[in-house]
């Protein structure tokens, strides 16, 4: 057996009598599920069975926890990454995920992004500006409506046009009929604008419903699609992002919030090793509560210099504004994606001219 390890560091409340124990405890249940002293085989007590790497006091009575765990028990798959390193420690309250440490051939195995911050940018001609986004909302309206929505939106030059997450395969607007129309839309308002608007369709159901989503999505042009890689499994995104090397993933994150694993190491790092091209994250002061160090750290993880994987492009999203284009890209830098939704769709009639303020707005201030 190969004697690879992953680092895995947990932050952990536990009173200082009981720390290493409870090290134990972790690194036992992250690992083999059983008392040590029952298991027979040399190998497996040497190779397997996780090891605790070191236990730190940051006050408190919360401690950082570093586990060694086999890189062998992951095989490269991403459900099983996350089951190894969070799994059964997930169902106790004590302990949050901070970081997932890869030895250098699990990264290359699971291999990143296939197109990435440096594809995306070729798409639009090499471009080293931010780019923009924004997204088709609310729940409820035709496919018809929402194709009014995108046409509108792309005339404003918008880089990137997604479906609201919760779009789905609603009767109301069915992906089948949905897609096709938004696509002509946005094709029509391109030609007028002469600007290269991608329009991403809301990927959902089991993998072989996304299959036929992205087969649709192909035939009628298009290379960007959205998924939520919390609601549709990490090893979905994984399979679709190797069975679709054209195509590009924008990973949302709804439902993220939902485990103890920090926002940095699982929309940041993981859905970027996973194989995201961009990953939609809450901005600082929006309507979510995340901080600006907690945005750093995730924007930081997804285009961090890494020999074996391409860059994620991060995208901060939820409740942002025109008014703050130049305070968020003095903050990111021009390796981002900005999505305004909501404070956009606020101009109802003049969705336009807004969308236009808007690439406006990030095309002064958002160039390298």
């Known amino acids: 057996m190969t004697r690879s390890r992953l680092q895995v560091i947990f932050h952990v409340q536990s009173e200082a009598a009981l720390i290493d124990a409870r090290a134990r405890a972790i690194a036992i249940e992250q690992s083999v599920e059983m008392p040590p002293a029952a298991i027979d085989d040399a190998a497996i007590l040497r190779d397997i069975v996780g090891a605790v790497d070191g236990v730190a006091d940051l006050g408190g009575g919360l401690f950082e926890v570093r586990i060694a765990l086999a890189a062998a028990t992951v095989g490269n798959d991403a459900g099983q990454l996350l089951n190894m390193a969070f799994g059964n420690t997930s169902l106790h309250d004590d302990a949050v995920l901070r970081d997932v440490i890869l030895p250098a051939e699990l990264e290359e195995g699971f291999g990143g992004p296939r197109h990435g911050?440096?594809?995306?940018?070729?798409?639009f001609g090499g471009t080293h500006r931010a780019f923009t986004c924004s997204a088709l909302k609310p729940q409820g309206l035709t496919a018809d409506r929402l194709a009014d929505l995108a046409e509108r939106f792309a005339r404003g030059r918008l880089d990137?046009?997604?479906?609201?997450?919760?779009?789905?395969?609603?009767?109301?607007?069915?992906?089948?009929?949905?897609?096709?129309?938004?696509?002509?839309?946005v094709r029509r308002a391109v030609q007028a604008s002469g600007h290269p608007t991608r329009y991403l369709p809301s990927l959902s159901g089991d993998l072989e419903q996304m299959h036929r989503q992205v087969r649709l999505a192909r035939n009628e042009g298009l290379d960007t699609v959205l998924i939520a890689p919390m609601v549709a499994g990490v090893a979905t995104l994984q399979a679709l992002v190797r069975a679709w090397p054209e195509v590009a993933f924008f990973a949302h994150p709804t439902l993220g919030g939902a485990a103890r694993i920090v926002p940095e190491l699982l929309i940041g790092k993981l859905f970027r090793l996973f194989g995201a091209d961009a990953v939609i994250f809450p901005n600082f002061g929006g309507r979510f509560g995340y901080s600006q160090d907690t945005c750093r750290r995730l924007a930081h993880n997804a285009t961090a210099p890494n020999p074996r994987l391409r860059a994620s492009v991060p995208v901060p999203a939820g409740g942002m504004t025109v008014e703050r284009v130049p305070e968020i890209l003095d903050f990111y830098g021009t390796d981002v994606m900005l999505l305004l939704g909501g404070s956009l769709l606020e101009a109802r009639e003049r969705l336009t001219e807004a969308t236009t303020a808007f690439t406006d707005a990030v095309a002064r201030h958002g160039r390298g």
């Open 160 to 185: 990137f046009i997604k479906d609201d997450h919760g779009i789905a395969d609603q009767a109301y607007a069915p992906f089948a009929e949905r897609v096709p129309a938004i696509a002509a839309a």
């Open 117 to 123: 911050l440096a594809g995306l940018r070729q798409r």
